[in-house]
């Protein structure tokens, strides 16, 4: 029997343990999927937006995966405690293979990007999805104007949360505190901000589109922003997402803005998202009672793919500063670690330590190719970490069998949370959002969490 725990049960974990158990090569397999959330799926359940119910509805494949017979789910799991590292695991099981994705922010690098007001986008997004770590956040989202920098579709998935009406919002599974929040948002004016050109944002078409599908918001464009970029006068040369997108900036940047008030944020019935270009923030503007603006910089094309400074700026109010501009992987003690990408070493997805293998360990998504692509993007890549494994199977399946994993990991201190106690987490968020007229509800907290966990039998 080989025994094989993958770390993470997002897309990139869940899908290297589906090419684990569909291969015919090593019948003999089984896999634990250990997560340190008593939940599993990941940035599915965590990261995506609560009114993308075609994208959430991916946990379903996922589940089927999960549920298995040679798949064992444990949350709650924290790989890296003391007492439960890569030498830990490699003594529980025959092979490790982490996919723990990017689980840090990039930051601005400046002055004033850490005052009141200002955070990055995934606190925002966590906070909105009940991810436990956030139950102590809070937003209240008095400010009138709102900044998200970054062209990318966690800041279109934010700038559009803002502009949502909370009413649109009830029939989600977002708690009752941030649906508080938005139905008592001020917020008239949100600006997504990027640094260089529209043909090199990073949103896809389909993202971009919904923001003109908001009731009672309007979306504008400013022409000699979207004119400036040499792939706007002429998009035969980008790629097909690339042209779409160019398209539909075009189109809102043709038509006539409505008579609500000056571009710069004025009041009116509806909300205003303002999508600006070639902007490079240089200060966060305000004091320790809060942000009150962002000073940027105005670029313009290099002809290289890159832009560079003009010395000319410009301030645009905001009160809630969200940074998008990207993630970042973070050490995973025992294994090694490239500070420059943000990634682990690897050859095709095995772990190399001083340009060598390091036995029974493996890594795939994120942590092992950097914070790029789309969920789809996970599965030739977990397979090519799948295929690497079986191949070094016959070397690594060569010990007696070891003590049952589920015993280890609490000997270790851990207090699993196996498939059952998550099926009585699905339970009680469905009872509690039945309670308040609502679909399922997340519970927000680990507190809650645990507790509904706590009704399930231990045993598989």
């Known amino acids: 029997m080989l025994r094989v725990a993958v770390i993470g049960s997002g897309p990139s974990g869940v899908y290297t343990a589906q090419s684990l158990i569909e291969q ?3 019948p003999d397999i089984e896999v634990y999927v250990l997560d340190r959330l008593p939940c599993p799926y990941g940035l599915v359940r965590y ?8 994208i959430k509805s991916l946990q379903n494949n996922l589940r089927t995966v999960l549920e298995h017979p040679r798949v064992r789910f444990l949350g709650n799991v924290e790989v890296g405690a003391p007492g439960l590292g890569v030498e830990e695991l490699r003594e529980i099981f025959d092979a490790v293979v982490f996919c723990v994705g990017a689980a840090t922010d990039r930051h601005l690098g400046i002055p004033g990007e850490e005052l009141p007001g200002s955070h990055p986008a995934t606190e925002f997004v966590a906070w909105y999805s009940a991810h436990p770590d956030a139950a102590a956040v809070r937003f209240t989202l008095a400010a009138r104007s709102a900044l998200v920098i970054g062209v990318g579709n966690v800041a279109v998935d934010v700038a559009r949360m803002l502009s949502r009406g909370a009413a649109e919002l009830a029939a989600t599974d977002m708690p009752q505190g941030p649906l508080g ?8 004016d949100v600006w997504m ?8 944002a990073k949103f896809t078409t389909k993202e971009l589109r919904e923001l003109g599908s908001l009731p009672d918001t309007e979306v504008r464009v400013r022409p000699e922003e979207l004119a400036l970029d040499p792939a706007y006068r002429d998009p035969g040369g980008l790629p097909a997402v690339g042209r779409r997108n160019i398209e539909v900036l075009r189109g809102w940047a043709e038509r006539p803005t409505a008579p609500a008030g000056p571009d710069t ?10 999508l600006r270009f070639f902007l490079r923030p240089v200060e966060v503007l305000g004091d320790a009672s809060g942000v009150r603006a962002v000073r940027f910089e105005r670029t313009a094309p290099d002809g290289h793919g890159g832009v560079t400074g003009t010395g000319e700026f410009e301030d645009i109010e905001g009160q809630l500063v969200l ?3 990207g993630y970042r992987g973070t050490p ?3 294994l090694p670690f490239d500070e420059t990408t943000g990634t682990v070493p690897h050859q095709a997805g095995r772990v190399l330590r001083d340009g060598a293998p390091l036995p029974g360990a493996y890594v795939a998504g994120w942590i092992k190719r950097g914070p790029t692509g789309v969920i789809g993007t996970n599965r030739p890549c977990a397979k090519e970490t799948a295929q690497s494994l079986l191949a070094d199977a016959p070397a690594l399946a060569v010990r007696e069998a070891a003590e049952d994993p589920v015993a280890a990991l609490i000997r270790a201190g851990q207090r699993p949370v196996p498939w059952p106690g998550w099926l009585a987490i699905e339970a009680a ?3 509690w959002g039945r309670g308040l007229g609502r679909g399922t509800v997340k519970l927000p907290d680990w507190a809650g969490l645990l507790e509904a966990a706590g009704s399930a039998d231990p045993a598989r």
């Open 24 to 26: 015919e090569t090593v």
């Open 47 to 54: 990261g995506v937006a609560p009114d993308h119910e075609k």
């Open 181 to 188: 929040a938005l139905a008592d948002s001020r917020v008239q």
């Open 193 to 200: 901000v990027g640094r260089r050109g529209p043909s090199q």
């Open 265 to 274: 944020g004025a009041t009116g019935s509806g909300r205003r998202i303002h």
């Open 323 to 325: 940074r998008s501009v």
């Open 332 to 334: 995973m003690p025992g």
């Open 429 to 431: 968020e469905a009872e």
